[in-house]
């Protein structure tokens, strides 16, 4: 599933993967029957909620725009909500507290403070750009996880594989599953364990 992409399940049953129209207009007939849950997961397997009242063409005129979507993905992302225009120099103030050492040291350093924490962040970012990616995968497989899989059998199991990072195991683990709950969560795990 693409960084835009979204994907419904009735039960433990796929019903579609997509934009977030796409995927409504498929769970929607699916809502409706109200035989099983129906949800709805983004590119980070958070659940989205929506309002399933009404019309098809109700609910659709109802979902957000793309542009408020990446807005609030962007907000998510930080904390701190996007004012207009340009931002000055794209430098948020926020507060760090360091012992008095690190201060000192840091005082030290040309540019001063900031273009020295600047650099350390800009430096620690590039050493683990590959773990922090990794760590990413892995928390959004196993958010997916645990919402769809919480209670299946080997679950734990599956769980302690995923954050030891034994893909092997992990898919040992999970092959009781449902068909598409595992499916999709053997599509999330391409991002979530290193390749061999």
């Known amino acids: 599933m693409d960084a835009s992409g979204y994907v419904a399940f009735e039960g433990w049953r796929r019903l579609a993967t997509g934009t977030l129209a796409e995927v409504v207009t498929a ?17 980070r397997s958070e659940q989205v909620e929506l309002d399933f009242r009404g019309s098809l063409a109700a609910v659709l005129a109802r979902l957000p725009s793309p542009a408020v979507r990446a807005d609030r993905d962007a907000e998510a992302g930080d904390g701190e909500p996007r004012g207009r225009g340009r931002p000055k120099l794209g430098v948020t103030a926020r507060e760090v507290t360091l012992l008095p050492r690190h201060w000192e040291w840091l005082a030290g350093q040309p540019g ?5 924490l600047r650099r350390l962040v800009e430096a620690a970012r590039k050493a683990n750009e590959d773990r922090d990616r990794l760590r990413r995968g892995r928390d959004v497989l196993y958010r ?8 299946a ?11 030891a990072g034994d893909r092997p195991r992990f898919e040992t683990h999970t092959a ?12 999330l795990a391409a991002h979530a364990f290193e390749v061999p």
């Open 176 to 187: 009781a599953w449902p068909p598409d709950v595992r499916a999709h969560a053997l599509e």
């Open 153 to 163: 059998p080997g679950f734990e199991e599956a769980s302690r594989a995923l954050f």
């Open 144 to 151: 997916f996880c645990s919402a769809m899989a919480g209670d």
């Open 112 to 116: 001063g403070a900031s273009a020295a």
């Open 27 to 43: 769970a929607k007939p699916a809502v409706d029957r109200a035989r099983e849950p129906v949800l709805i997961f983004d590119s």
